[in-house]
């Protein structure tokens, strides 16, 4: 079955002191940056593999070397991260009608399988999510975007997932679950990842900083 949604990524541009600050320490600002950095290029190239009707980046902060061609970038909006979220939706869905699938830059492992299944499923289901190890979420695909999914969620608490999946229960719909994947956000997350993915860009850059 063909793909009918768009993929989306959040993400902040990675300058040292405002990215994966967690990171610090065991990893000085510019090291954690570029890691940052990887992570989001590994996740640009892999969305840039995959089947989408669109892929747009809503970026807190220039573009860089790390941008890939073929990407519709649109500023995020919002002070709070469940209303930048939810305009980076709104966004998207005004510019083309189609579903949307939003992801971070907080999972280099992910692969164009995984994204593939995602866009698939808002074929035949409401929503799609990915849960992740520490309890938010990497993926949430939306069939019908609506900033009320979203708002009020509580955001970077251990317990997010399950407010979101309430939400999403509340309006009673569908959805396609997703395997679990680790969010980089300690050194600890970092070690575990780039062992899950150790040809990625973030893998080198870790071993690198890591000789």
Sequence with gaps: MPSRAQILVLAKEP????????L?????PGEAAALAEAALADTLHTVAASPAT????????LPGAWLPAGYVIIPQRGDSLDERLAAAFTDAHRLRSDPVVLIGMDTPQITADLLT????????YDAVYGPAADGGFWLLGLREPDPGLLLGVPMSHPET???????LAQARLAVHHLPELTDVDTGADAARVAAQAPHTR???VLRALNR
């Design 117 to 124: 299944e995602a866009t698939r499923a808002l074929s035949e």
């Design 24 to 28: 610090t320490p065991p990893f000085t």
């Design 202 to 204: 973030f893998a080198a």
């Design 15 to 22: 300058v040292p002191g405002r990215v994966k600050t967690r």
């Design 54 to 61: 669109q892929r747009l980046l809503a970026l807190d902060g």
């Design 161 to 167: 997932g399950k407010h979101q999946l309430d939400r």
